[in-house]
Protein backbone atom coordinates (compact mmCIF):
# COMPACT_ATOMS: atom_id res chain seq x y z
CA UNK A 1 0.00 0.00 0.00
CA UNK A 2 1.07 3.24 -1.13
CA UNK A 3 2.06 5.87 1.45
CA UNK A 4 0.21 8.76 1.85
CA UNK A 5 0.84 12.10 1.92
CA UNK A 6 1.50 14.00 5.39
CA UNK A 7 -1.15 16.80 5.88
CA UNK A 8 1.92 18.62 6.18
CA UNK A 9 3.54 18.10 2.85
CA UNK A 10 3.45 21.00 1.19
CA UNK A 11 4.48 23.41 3.84
CA UNK A 12 8.06 21.32 4.49
CA UNK A 13 8.43 21.19 0.67
CA UNK A 14 7.92 25.09 0.77
CA UNK A 15 10.35 25.08 4.49
CA UNK A 16 12.82 23.69 2.08
CA UNK A 17 12.69 25.32 -0.48
CA UNK A 18 13.19 28.48 1.40
CA UNK A 19 16.07 26.94 3.18
CA UNK A 20 17.87 25.51 -0.20
CA UNK A 21 17.16 28.80 -2.08
CA UNK A 22 18.93 30.99 0.27
CA UNK A 23 22.28 28.56 1.02
CA UNK A 24 22.45 28.45 -2.37
CA UNK A 25 21.63 31.90 -3.31
CA UNK A 26 24.36 32.61 -0.84
CA UNK A 27 27.16 29.95 -1.10
CA UNK A 28 26.41 28.52 -4.81
CA UNK A 29 24.57 25.36 -5.74
CA UNK A 30 27.94 23.12 -6.01
CA UNK A 31 29.11 23.99 -2.24
CA UNK A 32 25.86 23.16 -0.93
CA UNK A 33 25.22 19.86 0.13
CA UNK A 34 21.55 18.07 1.13
CA UNK A 35 22.51 17.86 5.08
CA UNK A 36 23.31 21.53 4.98
CA UNK A 37 19.94 21.90 3.33
CA UNK A 38 18.43 19.83 6.45
CA UNK A 39 20.26 21.35 8.91
CA UNK A 40 18.88 24.79 8.05
CA UNK A 41 15.13 23.26 7.36
CA UNK A 42 15.49 21.43 11.00
CA UNK A 43 14.85 18.01 9.44
CA UNK A 44 16.66 15.45 8.63
CA UNK A 45 18.96 14.69 5.00
CA UNK A 46 16.40 11.39 5.13
CA UNK A 47 13.32 13.75 5.06
CA UNK A 48 14.26 16.07 2.39
CA UNK A 49 15.14 12.81 0.20
CA UNK A 50 11.37 11.55 1.37
CA UNK A 51 10.62 14.95 -0.52
CA UNK A 52 13.41 15.34 -2.52
CA UNK A 53 15.08 12.43 -4.78
CA UNK A 54 18.24 14.85 -5.13
CA UNK A 55 19.61 18.08 -4.77
CA UNK A 56 18.71 19.66 -8.47
CA UNK A 57 15.53 18.25 -7.65
CA UNK A 58 15.21 21.14 -5.24
CA UNK A 59 17.12 23.47 -7.37
CA UNK A 60 14.73 23.35 -10.54
CA UNK A 61 11.64 23.14 -7.85
CA UNK A 62 12.66 26.71 -6.60
CA UNK A 63 13.59 28.22 -10.53
CA UNK A 64 10.40 26.16 -11.77
CA UNK A 65 7.65 27.91 -9.00
CA UNK A 66 9.35 31.27 -9.27
CA UNK A 67 9.50 31.74 -13.06
CA UNK A 68 6.14 30.07 -13.49
CA UNK A 69 4.61 32.42 -10.70
CA UNK A 70 6.35 35.25 -11.93
CA UNK A 71 5.31 35.06 -15.99
CA UNK A 72 1.94 33.49 -14.65
CA UNK A 73 1.46 37.00 -12.46
CA UNK A 74 2.96 39.76 -15.18
CA UNK A 75 1.57 37.58 -18.70
CA UNK A 76 -1.66 37.40 -16.78
CA UNK A 77 -1.80 40.91 -15.39
CA UNK A 78 -4.43 42.75 -17.16
CA UNK A 79 -3.68 46.57 -17.41
CA UNK A 80 -6.31 49.19 -18.97
CA UNK A 81 -5.96 52.18 -20.32
CA UNK A 82 -3.69 53.61 -23.15
CA UNK A 83 -0.45 51.59 -24.12
CA UNK A 84 1.73 54.02 -21.68
CA UNK A 85 -0.51 53.29 -18.75
CA UNK A 86 -0.22 49.77 -19.56
CA UNK A 87 3.73 49.92 -19.93
CA UNK A 88 3.35 51.92 -16.40
CA UNK A 89 1.41 49.06 -14.75
CA UNK A 90 3.13 46.15 -15.96
CA UNK A 91 6.69 47.56 -14.88
CA UNK A 92 5.75 48.31 -11.60
CA UNK A 93 3.69 44.58 -11.26
CA UNK A 94 7.02 43.19 -12.22
CA UNK A 95 9.01 44.99 -9.36
CA UNK A 96 5.99 44.14 -6.84
CA UNK A 97 6.08 40.51 -7.86
CA UNK A 98 10.15 40.30 -7.13
CA UNK A 99 9.66 41.75 -3.55
CA UNK A 100 10.01 38.60 -1.23
CA UNK A 101 11.78 36.51 -3.94
CA UNK A 102 15.27 37.70 -4.08
CA UNK A 103 16.95 34.72 -3.29
CA UNK A 104 15.27 32.57 -6.20
CA UNK A 105 15.34 35.43 -8.22
CA UNK A 106 19.62 35.68 -7.70
CA UNK A 107 19.32 31.77 -8.89
CA UNK A 108 17.96 31.97 -11.67
CA UNK A 109 20.76 33.78 -13.34
CA UNK A 110 23.43 31.53 -12.17
CA UNK A 111 22.28 28.20 -11.11
CA UNK A 112 20.05 27.07 -14.47
CA UNK A 113 23.20 25.48 -15.66
CA UNK A 114 23.26 22.92 -13.08
CA UNK A 115 19.78 21.57 -14.48
CA UNK A 116 19.46 19.10 -17.57
CA UNK A 117 18.54 20.31 -20.72
CA UNK A 118 14.79 19.32 -20.47
CA UNK A 119 14.49 21.21 -17.48
CA UNK A 120 16.87 24.14 -18.66
CA UNK A 121 14.34 24.72 -21.53
CA UNK A 122 11.00 24.64 -19.49
CA UNK A 123 13.05 27.71 -17.62
CA UNK A 124 13.42 29.34 -20.75
CA UNK A 125 10.31 28.84 -21.93
CA UNK A 126 9.07 31.07 -18.97
CA UNK A 127 11.61 33.77 -19.54
CA UNK A 128 10.70 34.14 -23.26
CA UNK A 129 7.09 34.62 -22.45
CA UNK A 130 7.83 37.34 -20.27
CA UNK A 131 10.43 39.11 -22.59
CA UNK A 132 7.98 38.46 -25.79
CA UNK A 133 4.94 40.43 -23.31
CA UNK A 134 7.39 42.86 -22.02
CA UNK A 135 8.46 43.22 -26.05
CA UNK A 136 4.83 44.15 -26.83
CA UNK A 137 3.91 46.29 -24.38
CA UNK A 138 7.38 48.22 -25.64
CA UNK A 139 6.14 47.92 -29.03
CA UNK A 140 2.62 49.27 -28.46
CA UNK A 141 4.05 52.64 -26.80
CA UNK A 142 5.98 53.41 -29.78
CA UNK A 143 4.92 51.15 -32.69
CA UNK A 144 6.84 53.08 -35.53
CA UNK A 145 10.06 53.17 -33.91
CA UNK A 146 10.11 49.23 -33.67
CA UNK A 147 8.77 48.28 -37.57
CA UNK A 148 11.35 50.41 -38.80
CA UNK A 149 13.81 49.07 -36.68
CA UNK A 150 12.37 45.12 -34.97
CA UNK A 151 16.27 44.97 -33.97
CA UNK A 152 15.84 47.59 -31.19
CA UNK A 153 12.82 46.26 -29.85
CA UNK A 154 14.64 43.01 -28.03
CA UNK A 155 17.58 45.59 -26.97
CA UNK A 156 15.29 47.90 -25.43
CA UNK A 157 13.20 44.42 -23.91
CA UNK A 158 16.42 43.42 -22.03
CA UNK A 159 17.86 46.80 -21.10
CA UNK A 160 14.38 47.34 -19.16
CA UNK A 161 14.78 44.17 -17.75
CA UNK A 162 18.36 45.19 -16.80
CA UNK A 163 17.07 48.29 -14.78
CA UNK A 164 14.36 46.27 -13.07
CA UNK A 165 16.90 43.51 -12.15
CA UNK A 166 18.81 46.12 -10.94
CA UNK A 167 16.85 47.72 -8.25
CA UNK A 168 16.14 43.94 -7.26
CA UNK A 169 20.06 43.25 -6.57
CA UNK A 170 20.48 46.39 -4.70
CA UNK A 171 17.24 47.13 -3.04
CA UNK A 172 16.26 43.93 -2.06
CA UNK A 173 14.78 44.86 1.18
CA UNK A 174 12.81 47.77 -0.20
CA UNK A 175 8.64 47.87 0.31
CA UNK A 176 5.79 48.60 -2.13
CA UNK A 177 6.53 52.38 -1.99
CA UNK A 178 10.02 52.20 -3.16
CA UNK A 179 9.14 49.22 -5.89
CA UNK A 180 6.23 51.64 -7.12
CA UNK A 181 8.53 54.72 -7.08
CA UNK A 182 11.43 52.71 -8.96
CA UNK A 183 8.57 51.40 -11.34
CA UNK A 184 7.66 54.95 -11.76
CA UNK A 185 11.17 56.28 -12.77
CA UNK A 186 11.75 53.55 -15.55
CA UNK A 187 8.62 54.16 -16.94
CA UNK A 188 9.04 57.68 -17.37
CA UNK A 189 12.96 57.36 -18.23
CA UNK A 190 11.38 54.86 -21.36
CA UNK A 191 8.43 57.33 -22.06
CA UNK A 192 10.74 60.46 -22.05
CA UNK A 193 13.95 60.18 -21.44
CA UNK A 194 16.77 61.88 -19.55
CA UNK A 195 14.75 65.26 -19.66
CA UNK A 196 11.60 64.32 -18.77
CA UNK A 197 12.69 63.17 -15.36
Not at 5 to 11: L, R, V
Not at 21 to 28: K, M, R, S
Not at 50 to 66: P, T, V
Not at 105 to 119: N, P, V, Y
Amino acid sequence: MARPIAKDHDEKRALIRARAAALFAEAGFDRVSVAEVARAAGISKANVYHYYGAKDDILFDILDLHLRSLRDRICGFDAQGTPEARLRAALTEVLLAYQGADDAHRLQSGSIGHLSKDRRIVLVGYQRDLVTHMSGLLSDVAPGVFAEAPEKLRATTMSVFGMLNWFYMWNGGAGEPERRHYAGLVTDLCLKGLPGL
